[in-house]
């Protein structure tokens, strides 16, 4: 006789079982019986922020900086359409997610109360798989299939819509078991020798990493082929993980999102060898095309829509990154001999004066050109911020605009020590860095947001501040949509800004977060920048820190 238990309890249970620790939400009506639940649940942490959008980015944070499983609750067809900007970002990064809605009663549904929507179509286009529970009995078989579909490649957000009645019924059933696909193929020795063999041809090769890079874990592994061939290494122009070690010899930077500029930064090599996804997302249209006429590309990755997507690859492999790099290591060194270790000290000797370290260098001393400028220049704020941020530090960046340089400046040494927007959807660092936080107790967190960005979304201070949370927020306020204002100028000439500016009058927000329960500090004078920030980040609570910069385009 299987022992009878609620659906309420049983959903806790299942989600436990897949490895949730936290259940992030925003509760209403259709979803009390799960809060009613959570009292039997007390190892479960329910995470409450102030909106559902917020709810999504808290979870996906959460996710991108552990590499873990989440859960996300929302409330019925409003919440899921509030959530739907986060679960887009989620989709777009490849999260494992499971978002879950409370649906009204079966049969009541078909009376379409209020806040009733068709939950199931309206998430599909953004997640893997969608379903909505008609059977108590089901409901095991659901949240296992959806565990498994979520954390298999390509990753991603599933969606269960959670009707009342299944939840308050109670049924003897089997809870099963957790499943795991382990996907860490590699490819044949046939395929590797054919790979190999194209990349000894090379005479100039290049690099670009993705975000499988992250995933897979083959940080180091991208470094060592990289410095084996004497490749120039670059992020792929959407860096919005830790794709490559940046104090590598090999790492020259960042591919720009402009097709033009890519093309150029392209242009001297016969060879690009493309590690995960798309190497080449551009931003806005061009004429120009980002890749150079006769550039060969040979890629390695596991979500096969990313592979040869916009480019047709001479060879393109369906595998796991760090899997096939360890294997692809010794058989260049063997195929290559001493022939290859002599080119590749060559390539790296005329690459040195050129790469991410003697580029830092030479930007710091320009940037320090501009110390004692007022209002701050976003350079300046940003290299005292770098320069102030404990070593152990996970970077969260949604700055755009005043955020540029970024990625210059600090460099990537683990896989999880920093997150940038990846979607363009903008509003996801503040609570991306809560959930990134929650992830990380022991390591500190800094979010650093444009004023525009901050205002989508700055209600998760509070979220912050009520787990106490180890968050530094730092705020560039530059008074508008800077980046929008550069494109109305660049894009047609105009600088008539309407509706870009917020200084009429001007947003508070260190009077916003002090209202939110935060330490707030407000920087006007660039000599205050590296010891304010740096008390700051060493001590404990969440903190924002308003940073009035310079906003002319």
């Keep these: 006789m299987k022992n009878k238990i609620t659906g309420r ?3 806790l249970a299942l989600l436990k079982d897949e490895g949730i620790t936290h259940l992030f939400g925003n509760p209403g009506t259709t979803e009390l019986p799960i809060m009613h639940a959570l009292k039997d649940h007390p190892d479960l942490t329910y995470v409450m922020a102030m909106q559902e959008s917020l709810v999504v980015a808290i979870a996906d944070g959460y996710s991108r900086a552990s590499g873990k499983l989440v859960a996300c609750n929302v409330h019925v067809a409003p919440g899921l359409g509030n959530a739907m900007g986060s679960l887009y970002n989620a989709q777009f990064t490849g999260t494992p997610m499971i978002l879950t809605a409370g649906q009204q009663e079966q049969g009541h549904g078909l009376m379409e109360p209020v806040l009733y929507g068709p939950l199931v179509r309206m998430a599909e286009p953004l997640v893997k798989w969608a379903v909505e529970v008609t059977r108590l009995e089901d409901l095991p078989r659901i949240v296992r299939r959806a565990a498994k579909v979520a954390t298999t490649p390509p990753t991603g957000p599933v969606f269960i819509s959670l009707p009342g009645d299944i939840l308050n019924s109670e049924a003897g059933i089997d809870l099963g078991r957790s ?6 193929v590699k490819p044949s020795d046939e395929a590797l020798k054919v790979f190999a063999a194209r990349l000894l041809r090379a005479e100039r090769p290049a690099i670009v990493t993705m975000d499988e890079v992250v995933k897979s874990d083959a940080l180091r592994e991208a470094a ?3 410095e084996l061939l004497g490749a120039a290494a670059y992020q792929s122009s959407t860096p919005y993980g830790s794709h490559f070690l940046s104090e590598s010899p090999s790492f020259v930077g960042t591919l720009a ?7 150029d930064m392209l242009a001297p090599y016969d060879l690009l060898i493309a590690l995960g996804g798309d190497p080449l997302r551009m931003s806005v249209y061009s004429e120009i095309d980002a890749l150079p006429d006769g550039l060969g590309i040979v890629q390695i990755g596991l979500v096969d829509w ?11 492999l369906k595998a796991d990154l760090k899997e096939t790099l360890r294997a692809l290591i010794p058989v260049l060194k063997e195929m290559g001999g001493p022939t290859l270790a002599g080119r590749a000290r060559q390539r790296l000797a005329e690459l040195a004066p050129k790469n991410w370290t003697a580029r830092r260098a030479a930007l710091v001393e320009q940037i320090g050109k501009s110390a004692g400028r007022a209002p701050i220049d976003p350079d300046f704020l940003v290299l005292q911020m770098i320069e102030a941020m404990p070593d152990s530090a996970i970077l969260i960046d949604e700055g755009l605009t005043s955020s540029r340089q970024i990625t210059a400046l600090r460099p990537h040494r683990d896989r999880y020590g920093y997150h940038g927007l990846a979607s363009g959807g903008i509003g996801w660092g503040l609570p991306a860095s809560v959930g990134a936080s929650i992830a990380n107790p022991d390591r500190p967190v800094v979010c650093f947001s444009g004023d525009g960005s901050a205002m989508y979304s700055i209600q998760s201070l509070w979220t912050a501040a009520h787990h106490k949370l180890p968050l530094n927020v730092v705020i560039a306020n530059n008074g508008g949509y800077r980046i929008i204002k550069q494109r109305l100028l660049a894009f047609h000439g105009d600088d008539n800004y309407v509706g870009m500016d917020f200084v009429d009058p001007p947003v508070d927000f260190a009077g916003v977060a002090k209202a939110l329960g935060c330490e707030a500090i ?3 004078d660039p000599r205050e920048l590296k010891a304010t920030l740096a008390s700051a980040f060493n001590r404990p609570g969440t903190k924002l820190i308003e940073v009035m910069v310079d906003g002319k385009v």
Excluded: H
């Excluded at 990313?306 to 393109?316: D, L, M, P, S």
């Design 9 to 11: 309890s049983a959903f």
């Design 179 to 184: 499943t795991r696909i382990d996907a860490r």
């Design 224 to 226: 060592e082929l990289a």
């Design 257 to 263: 999102r402009v097709q033009k500029v890519a093309r």
């Design 306 to 316: 990313e592979i040869a997507k916009n480019y047709g690859a001479e060879i393109a």
């Design 522 to 524: 407000r920087i006007s």
